[in-house]
């Protein structure tokens, strides 16, 4: 399988504080990456940096064999202009743990807003895609309400579907069942799950252990900004070989 995501030497500080300390991470394509940590590790921050919402230090990031948020002139980076990185994100799906809905929009209204606006797609063809996408992830009955009448669960089903919309080659999670309640957490990843088994590539940060082990074909784990410790779930969950990724399981299992 090709690569899909090729993260090299990226470092990010905010003012003082050094966040990523020189992460180097592949995944390839059709493989779900699992990224654990505590809180402060640079798991978020790391994933924003895949799409160019936290612009990199040092270091390089590529999805698809394109880098991200640069053009390489004469050895050197230089940014891209502002609509030239919302190109590239559209080919980058990203849930956000609080979701990010339109309060104003329907539910399909939300689906179908970015590749309209974004990708130029006739909105009857946009909203027919969206009408499938809301079956996909369960909610066909919801399309015509709004965010504020739905759960948790269903609004991250609604953000999930918006970021399928796209058609992205990759998709990022940010903690996506961490503003849930428990009794919500299962509707979430039941969705991840069968992206995973149509083999959609993802990189998924969470505290979700159990799933974690069921559904990644990689385990990274993260602490004080560089990755510790990673491999195939079973080694890095039940047989872990560094002393700090022991000490984190233990507090979490």
Same mark, same amino acid.
């Given at each position: 399988?090709?690569?899909?995501?090729?993260?090299?030497?990226?470092? =990010?500080?905010?003012?003082? /504080?050094?966040?990523?300390?020189?992460?180097?991470?592949?995944?390839?394509?059709?493989?779900?990456?699992?990224?654990? @940590?505590?809180?402060?590790?640079?798991?978020?921050? *790391?994933?924003?940096?895949?799409?160019?919402?936290?612009?990199?230090?040092?270091?390089?990031?590529?999805?698809?064999?394109?880098?991200?948020?640069?053009?390489?002139?004469?050895?050197?980076?230089?940014? *891209?202009?502002?609509?030239?990185?919302? =190109?590239?994100?559209?080919?980058?799906?990203?849930?956000?743990?609080?979701?990010?809905?339109?309060?104003?929009?329907?539910?399909?209204?939300?689906?179908?807003?970015?590749?309209?606006?974004?990708?130029?797609?006739?909105?009857?063809?946009?909203?027919?895609?969206?009408?499938?996408? /809301?079956?996909?992830?369960? /909610?066909?009955?919801?399309?015509?309400?709004?965010?504020?009448?739905?759960?948790?669960?269903?609004?991250?089903?609604?953000?999930?579907?918006?970021?399928?919309?796209?058609?992205?080659?990759?998709?990022?999670?940010?903690?996506?069942?961490?503003?849930?309640?428990?009794?919500?957490? @299962?509707?979430? *990843?039941?969705?991840?799950?069968?992206?995973?088994?149509?083999?959609?590539?993802?990189?998924?940060?969470?505290?979700?252990?159990?799933?974690?082990?069921?559904?990644?074909?990689?385990?990274?784990?993260?602490?004080?900004?560089?990755?510790?410790?990673?491999?195939?779930? @079973?080694?890095?969950?039940?047989?872990?070989?560094?002393?700090?990724?022991?000490?984190?399981?233990?507090?979490? /299992?």
């Amino acid at each position: 399988m090709s690569v899909m995501v090729d993260i090299r030497s990226v470092h =990010k500080s905010f003012g003082p /504080l050094e966040v990523l300390k020189g992460i180097d991470l592949s995944v390839r394509a059709g493989e779900v990456t699992v990224v654990l @940590g505590p809180s402060g590790s640079g798991k978020s921050t *790391l994933l924003r940096t895949i799409n160019h919402l936290e612009k990199v230090d040092r270091g390089a990031v590529s999805v698809d064999g394109t880098l991200i948020g640069y053009r390489r002139v004469g050895g050197r980076l230089h940014e *891209l202009p502002e609509r030239e990185v919302l =190109k590239q994100r559209t080919r980058i799906g990203f849930v956000f743990q609080n979701f990010h809905l339109f309060p104003h929009l329907t539910v399909v209204e939300n689906v179908v807003e970015a590749p309209v606006s974004a990708l130029k797609r006739p909105r009857e063809q946009a909203v027919r895609d969206a009408r499938r996408l /809301l079956e996909r992830v369960g /909610l066909a009955d919801k399309a015509d309400a709004y965010p504020k009448q739905l759960s948790g669960g269903q609004q991250q089903r609604v953000a999930i579907a918006r970021a399928l919309a796209l058609e992205p080659k990759l998709l990022l999670f940010d903690e996506p069942t961490s503003a849930l309640d428990p009794e919500l957490v @299962g509707e979430v *990843l039941d969705v991840i799950r069968d992206l995973a088994r149509q083999g959609t590539t993802m990189i998924v940060v969470t505290h979700e252990i159990g799933f974690a082990r069921e559904v990644a074909d990689t385990v990274v784990f993260m602490a004080d900004g560089r990755i510790v410790e990673q491999g195939p779930p @079973g080694q890095v969950l039940d047989a872990p070989r560094e002393e700090r990724t022991r000490a984190f399981l233990s507090k979490v /299992l």
